[in-house]
């Protein structure tokens, strides 16, 4: 059975990091297309970041060059480093499994990052 | 990469059909065949229930069916069910330097 489970998240001060891990069982994370996905507070969901399986990542412009996106294959285990850390930051953020970038099958339950002083 | 149009909200009765529109470009929707629709209940993990425009993952009821037609995507709920209140969302793969787009999200009200 496929299963991720995401790390806890918790209160960051504005320019301060936090590192995600989402945990992986019943499948290969070095095999998956892993993403991250956000949802602020009462608004949609908003695409984050994404490794393929041959390693090459992507990022969405908003946190493009603030956010860092890794798996331990060892660990089977997806990260989100996340640096300078911004209000608008804040949201639930999920891990998801895909067969390709938009085809994201099994999710994780999301863990909330609020951004506040 | 801007977020794909969708309408904020659409509303049938039980046993109606309703459908939801998903309006990109010609380098998102437009230009390729992978466009997915999520199912969201409050508090809960997105459920894929369409992926590359017209497939349905195992396990969803054959009620939901997509389409796409030049920029425009849509996803169909025939036979609307109480339980198929929720907020759904279109997804694009794009030609920009992100490959994936979510669309704005359309919540669903069965009256």
């Known amino acids: 059975e496929v299963q991720l489970v995401e790390s806890s998240g918790g209160l960051i001060q504005p320019g301060g990091s936090l590192r995600l891990s989402c945990a992986a069982s019943g499948f290969t994370v070095s095999n998956s297309y892993m993403s991250w996905v956000r949802q602020a507070p009462g608004k949609g969901l908003e695409w984050v970041s994404i490794i393929y399986a041959a390693g090459s990542t992507y990022y969405a412009d908003s946190v493009k060059g603030r956010f860092t996106i890794s798996r331990d294959n060892s660990k089977n285990t997806l990260y989100l480093q996340m640096n300078s850390l911004r209000a608008e930051d804040t949201a639930v953020y999920f891990c998801?499994?895909?067969?390709?970038?938009?085809?994201?099958?099994?999710w994780g339950q999301g863990t909330l990052v609020t951004v506040s002083s | 990469q801007s977020a794909l149009t969708q309408p904020a909200s659409v509303s049938g009765s039980p046993g109606q059909s309703v459908t939801i529109s998903c309006t990109g470009t010609s380098s998102d929707v437009g230009g390729y065949n992978y466009v997915s629709w999520y199912q969201q209940h409050p508090g809960k993990a997105p459920k894929l229930m369409i992926y590359?425009?017209?497939h349905r993952p195992s396990g969803v009821s054959n009620r939901f069916s997509g389409s796409k037609s030049a920029n425009t995507a849509s996803l169909t709920i025939s036979g609307l069910q109480a339980e198929d209140e929720a907020d759904y969302y279109c997804t694009s793969y794009t030609s920009s330097n992100t490959p994936c787009v979510f669309g704005t999200g359309t919540k669903v009200t069965v009256l």
């Open positions: 998801a499994k895909g067969q390709s970038p938009t085809e994201l099958a099994f």
């Open positions: 590359d425009v017209s």
